[in-house]
């Protein structure tokens, strides 16, 4: 029966072919816009996801500056207050289980007749652990190299690429202002960050060597930032206060005065982002959706001229002997059919304009089964809601009264 | 033979027009009997139509009975009149009424559809009943690519699908010329003859109505009295 049913449905859509096509196309476009916004909002939430995974866990940045000086607000990091003690006093906070304090810099960086601009940062070992960043190739300088002010340098990815090819930078020299650093390792790949940053294009060096030999620093000992790590997630608004108390603390400062840092929760502010993307990529799927709407829409209205045109054809099926339900189907079919035809039509079409999309515009996007899974349903449901109601005109006619009908 | 088929009482029939009230069915009392075979005549308007839609659970009286086989069709819904509309009841339009989209075999087949009939099944008995019209060789064609009288033979075998007792034919051969016509009476007496089948003609032709051995002749939507016996 429903095999029979399934052949009426195809006949009568191929008794129209150009009808028909056009009925679907206001699905398939809305499948297919279901599926490329689906896959867009994913991609970008794939981006944020990385990014933070990349960024190392229950992070706050302490930022140096933001004084007052003399009436004049400088920007945050543009005043040296902040000291490697500052960072080693941090780091005895009970809340707190690493600390790095952090020197960046960005300079040219040579390598035989290769060079390139990128960000040195002065850092300690912790750095990589607070980061969550380990070597991939050779090793890390340790604390020795720290206290020994030593020309040694660990690479990111992009930055080896670009000045040693194919070739292993560990062991070669690297010129920073023209002093050579030694290569001890290569950094393991990080991605972009939260702001869209390749964070393998950079190069690390000891901060000693930073503050003293490549930068030079205001005030000895002095630091643009410094990462801490909170002991847990639950811990961060706890490590944040105290970390703020301890700067004015050691700092001096009077109670009504700003502070001369600033403190982020680095964490917080990456799950804000991810909770934005993640609502961007809803409203991407919900206005896709609005398009389906629009195409069942489509659909009802052709199955509403279908039942009037084939009135007789109804009639005369009523008068062999068809029950309501047997014309309920065979119209709710054709209707299940459209939609279904244009859903897989529109899911070729989403795929397709994601593939090029990727290719294109050089966008991350991610088609999930499950997106298409979604597709597919609602289609299935938007063809079912709206085939129902010319279906269930069809078969509530009278058999005379449709039998003539001319 | 003599076991009743049809049974009207008192059965009123009237359409609500702008102009008013038309009736078109005055208490008509009507049986008919297993085996019968019979002409229904009378001038246009009189409501032969009417009385056929009637009979064939196509349409509803306003006032009065309508038993078949002594079930009164008042009473029934419309799943169960569908059923009696698909296994008990053959009905025969003077327009034809085949599905154009498709094909002979597969209009044959239709009736056999809805009573669940499987597909091999269904496409068999199609073929036999093809077979009995004489149109065998052309199951495959569709209804615009064959005459009105090949058509209306089609429209015999669908009727036959599910082997129905009652026949109900309104002005069968209206569009045919008397040659086909004759074919077709032909039909439907053998049908008659070798079935049992009670068939129930509507014609306007005295030769056709002359092969019918009851005669029930229509006036103002009255069934006039004492017809007279077979020509
Ligand atoms: N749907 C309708 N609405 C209103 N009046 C109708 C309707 N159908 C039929 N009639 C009227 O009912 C009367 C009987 O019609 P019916 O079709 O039964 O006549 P008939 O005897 O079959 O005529 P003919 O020989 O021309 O086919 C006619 O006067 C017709 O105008
Ligand atoms: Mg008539």
Known sequence: ?406 | MGEEVVRLEQASKHYDTEAGSLPVLHDVDLVLESGDLVAITGPSGSGKSTLMNVLGCLDTLSSGRYLLRGEDTGALDGDALARLRNRYLGFVFQGFNLLPRQSLLDNVALPMLYAGVTRHARERRAEELLLRVGLSGLAQRRPTQISGGQQQRVAVARALANQPRLLLADEPTGNLDSHTSEQIMALFLDLNAAEGITVVVVTHDERVAGYCRRRVQMVDGRVAPAPTGPA
């Open chain 1, 1 to 406: 029966m429903l095999g029979a049913l399934l052949q009426e449905a195809f006949r009568a859509m191929a008794a129209n072919r150009l009808r028909t096509f056009l009925t679907m196309l206001g699905m398939v476009i809305g499948v297919g816009a279901v599926v490329l916004m689906l896959a867009v909002g994913e991609g970008a939430q794939f981006i944020v996801r990385q990014a933070i995974d990349s960024m190392g866990s229950n992070l706050i940045m302490v930022v140096s500056g933001s004084a007052t000086t003399g009436g004049l607000r400088l920007g945050a990091g543009n005043v040296p207050s902040l000291t490697t003690g500052d960072a080693q006093a941090i780091g005895e906070l009970p809340s707190v289980t690493g600390v790095a304090p952090v020197q960046p810099g960005s300079t040219q960086v040579m390598s035989g007749t290769n060079n390139w601009n990128t960000t040195v940062s002065g850092i300690t070992p912790s750095f990589l652990e607070v980061r969550n960043w380990p070597v991939a190739q050779g090793s890390a300088f340790g604390d020795a190299e720290v206290r020994a002010v030593a020309r040694v340098a660990l690479v990111g990815r992009t930055v080896a690429q670009l000045l040693f090819g194919d070739d292993d930078p560990i062991g070669r020299t690297l010129r920073i202002r023209d002093s050579p650093y030694l290569i001890l390792g290569v950094l393991s790949a990080k991605g972009q960050s939260l702001e869209g940053r390749d964070q393998d294009d950079t190069v690390l060096v000891p901060i000693t060597t930073a503050q003293r030999k490549l930068f030079g620093v205001p005030f000895p000992g002095t630091v643009r930032y410094v990462l801490v790590q909170a002991r847990s997630p639950a811990l961060l608004l706890r490590a944040q206060n105290a970390v703020t108390q301890l700067l004015r603390e050691r700092h001096r400062l009077p109670e009504a005065s700003p502070s001369d840092f600033t403190v982020r929760n680095l964490t917080a502010i990456a799950e804000a982002q991810a909770e934005a993307t993640r609502v961007m990529s809803i409203m991407l799927g919900a206005i896709a959706c609005v398009s389906l709407l629009v195409g069942g829409i489509g659909i009802m209205n052709i199955m509403l001229v279908s039942v009037s045109e084939r009135t007789r054809e109804i009639g005369i099926r009523l008068a062999i002997g068809a029950r309501e339900r047997d014309i309920l189907m065979q119209f709710l079919l054709e209707a299940v059919t459209m939609s279904v035809a244009g859903c897989l039509l529109g899911v070729a079409l989403g795929v397709g304009s994601a593939a090029a999309l990727a290719a294109g515009a050089k966008l991350t996007v991610i088609i999930t089964g499950p997106a298409i899974g979604l597709a597919f349903g609602v289609a299935l449901v938007v063809g079912i809601f709206f085939g129902y109601y010319p279906a269930r005109k069809a078969s509530r006619l009278r058999p005379i009264e449709a039998l003539r009908q001319q």
